[in-house]
Structure formats: C-alpha cells, structure tokens
C-alpha cells in the first residue's frame, strides 16, 4: 500500500490543454515534493512546499499543498509536448533536516501534438 | 550543472553473481540516498547516508544487500548474491543538509537485469 497516492494513474491529452494531477495522503507531511521523471534519466525536481495552503507557480504549472499538509495539486496550463513524464510527488514525514521521503507511484502524463 | 554519477548504467548478469552498483555524489553535498524503481513498486527507499554515516537501511533485504560509502566521493551498493527478483533501475540522489524539503539530486540510475 502506497503512503500517498497519486491519480490519476495515466492521463493522456493534446498541446494546448490542461491538466491536474493529484497527490493524496492520510497522513501530515512537514514537506512536499514534485519531481517529473523522463525514460531512462532520474527524476528531477521542480518544487517543493511546506507551508499549508502553500501555492508555487513555476511558468505554466502551478503547485498546491493542502491546507492539512496532506494533499497536493499539480495543474498544468496550456500542456507542450515537452511536459510529458512522469510526475512523482514525494512527502517528508519528519520535521529533521533530511526526513526520509516517500515516493507516490506516479503518474504518466503524455501530451501529443 | 553539477551532476551525480551512476556506473554502470546497464548491468545483465546471471543469478548468484555478485553485482556492484557505485555512484559519486556532488561534490560538497553530505546526503546520499540510494532508491530501487519497478513498475510494481515504484519508486522505492533502500538506504540512506548522512556524512558518510549509514542513517536508515530498513528499506534494504540485509541479507543479500549492503551499502557503503568508502569515501565523501564515492557510495556503493552490492548486491550478493543476486536473484531475478532484484532486477530493477537503481538510484543513487544526493542532497545538502539543512532546512525543510531540501532537493535530492538523482542519477540516471543503473539498470539491472538478473537472469
């Protein structure tokens, strides 16, 4: 069983529309994370939230930690080809410098022309 | 960019070899993670260092695995002896210290294949 659970699962869509993708946990997180993974290369990541009810824009993504610090959004505006990945996003249970961090199972973005 | 670096990047070999995975941190960064992905599991925590210092290795089979970092350049993971249930990309991150949500930066991972 997955501490957090990202849906949907997969989400296929063409340039130019939006998408959310969801990230949700029964549990508190002192911090959040985003990463987005292309095949074959490791994940990279591209925020990271601590505050409740915390909202990060990085360009055409937009970024939402629930009020409760147990939930997450990631909403994409206007999608590029070059969006397509897989978003991971990963919680820290702990307050310490370096909690140990929990992956979700992804979810697989494919953005066509 | 400063990046972290994962040798080999693909591994094939037969069931009871032994196998080592090594991975060298960026430098001045004193965390080191090491992560197993499947698609059954995702993305999994094995083990992970705090200035050279194992912390927490609860994610990783004691039996067959270990993990070390010889030095602050280099961190290894073996495998021993392997089985086909450890075929998986394995992920070496490392991050700096200090303050909530630091990043982790990862590797391109090394691809095993146990037959």
């Known amino acids: 069983t997955q501490l957090l659970e990202q849906s949907p699962q997969f989400l296929s869509i063409q340039e130019g529309e939006n998408l959310t993708v969801y990230c949700n946990s029964s549990s508190v997180f002192s911090s959040l994370q985003w990463y987005r993974q292309e095949p074959g290369e490791g994940p990279v990541l591209l925020v990271t939230v601590v505050t409740g009810g915390e909202v990060k824009k990085l360009k055409r993504l937009t970024f939402q930690f629930g009020d409760a610090r147990k939930d997450s959004s990631l909403h994409i505006t206007a999608a590029q080809t070059g969006d397509t990945g897989l978003y991971l996003c990963?919680?820290?249970?702990?307050?310490?410098?370096?909690?140990?961090?929990?992956f979700g199972a992804g979810t697989q973005v494919v953005v066509t022309p | 960019d400063a990046r972290v670096t994962q040798t080999p990047r693909h591994k094939v070999t037969e069931m009871g070899q032994e196998v080592t995975m090594r991975c060298q941190p960026i430098l001045g960064h004193n965390t080191v993670f090491w992560y197993r992905q499947t698609m059954m599991q995702g993305l999994e925590l094995l083990a992970y260092f705090r200035n050279r210092a194992p912390l927490d290795d609860s994610g990783m089979p004691k039996d067959r695995f270990s993990a070390e970092m010889p030095d602050a350049t280099l961190a290894t993971l073996k495998i021993q002896p392997s089985e086909p249930r450890d075929s998986a990309v394995y992920f070496c991150?490392?991050?700096?210290?200090?303050?909530?949500?630091?990043?982790?930066?990862f590797g391109d991972g090394t691809r095993l294949s146990i037959l």
């Open positions: 991150a490392s991050g700096p210290t200090g303050g909530l949500g630091r990043p982790q930066h």
């Open positions: 990963a919680g820290a249970m702990t307050t310490d410098s370096w909690g140990k961090f929990q």
